[in-house]
């Protein structure tokens, strides 16, 4: 699911080892519930709870908590793209050194605390454990910040939202979240929407017709049940999104098809020819 244009950029900060974004949503975004995911949002906000989002690359999870954000207040969306490099110091802040004297600069985490925003850990499980221990007294009643290199412990502001999230499908022994974490979380298991919604999805995205948005969508069907056949996993929805795109700039479906999804999807040249079969048996029709 593509995402919205960010109408009011408060921050854009890169570093060697972070980078993260911060805004405010101005206009509602264009989401469709799946299931009692709002209401389950809404729930664990007024009571204050850590939310878990968990689901497929591409499903919504990230449209969703732009959604929820515009809902809530709107509420600033603090986005941190979690990685194997992410340090406590990249979340909570560090001294930086300016001339003679040192300045200390709050991480993500640390302003999303103060300020009562929603701070999102993408794909948290890509972080270091010792990093995601960090997040352990923000996830259960104490709802503190303990900064130890200044000797300070923050308490959360009121409307201060911890939401984290993981794609199972490539997890590990390696890279999976620790019980101990898990179950400081409510969590909301996403998946690809029914063929009714994703269609009314990729027709408003992508400005195309109902005809070509299920014509794409059923497209997409097919090809999730190749995941058995040497696909690591489904078409998204942002996926088939880009492809409508693609159609409605003047491609023809499927060129569009083969650079929007084929050859994102694959670069085993078996695998690819079997996707290609597919689309030309739905833009034959």
């Known amino acids: 699911m593509t995402k ?36 389950i949002f809404e729930a664990a906000h007024f009571k204050r709870l850590p939310i878990l989002l968990k689901g497929p690359t591409g499903c919504g999870k990230t449209r969703f908590l ?13 986005t ?12 909570v ?41 960090l997040i352990h007294p923000l996830s259960d009643h104490r709802r ?10 923050i308490e959360a502001h009121e409307d201060f939202q911890l ?12 890279k999976d979240l620790k019980p101990s974490t898990r179950q400081r979380f409510v969590a909301i298991e996403f998946d690809y929407p029914s063929e009714l919604i994703e269609t009314n999805v990729v027709k408003h995205e992508a400005a195309v017709s109902e005809e070509l948005a299920g014509q794409i969508v059923r497209l997409g069907g097919k090809v999730r049940n190749l995941r058995e056949h040497g696909l690591q996993e489904g078409v998204s ?13 003047g491609l023809a479906p499927r060129i569009a098809c083969q650079s929007g999804f084929v050859q994102a999807l694959t670069d085993d040249g078996e695998v690819s020819k079997s996707l290609q079969e597919v689309v030309e048996a739905i833009f034959a029709e």
């Open 4 to 39: 919205s244009p960010r109408q009011n950029s408060l921050t854009a900060h890169a570093s060697r080892h972070l980078a993260f974004e911060e805004y405010l949503q101005k206009d509602e975004p264009f989401y469709l519930p799946v299931a009692h995911e709002v209401e």
């Open 66 to 78: 732009e959604y929820m954000s515009y809902r809530l207040g709107p509420l600033p969306l603090i």
């Open 80 to 91: 941190v793209a979690c990685h194997e490099d992410l340090t406590a110091s990249d979340l």
């Open 93 to 133: 802040g560090r001294y930086l050194l300016e001339g003679d004297e040192t300045r200390w600069l709050d991480g993500p985490l640390t302003r999303a605390v103060q300020s009562g925003a929603i701070c999102y850990l993408d794909e948290v499980v890509e972080a270091r454990k010792d990093t995601i221990v």
């Open 144 to 153: 503190i910040l303990p900064l130890e290199r200044r000797g300070e412990v």
């Open 163 to 174: 939401v984290i999230s993981y794609n199972p499908g490539y997890q590990s022994v390696l």
């Open 237 to 249: 929805t942002r996926l088939l999104v880009y492809t409508g795109q693609l159609i409605a700039a």
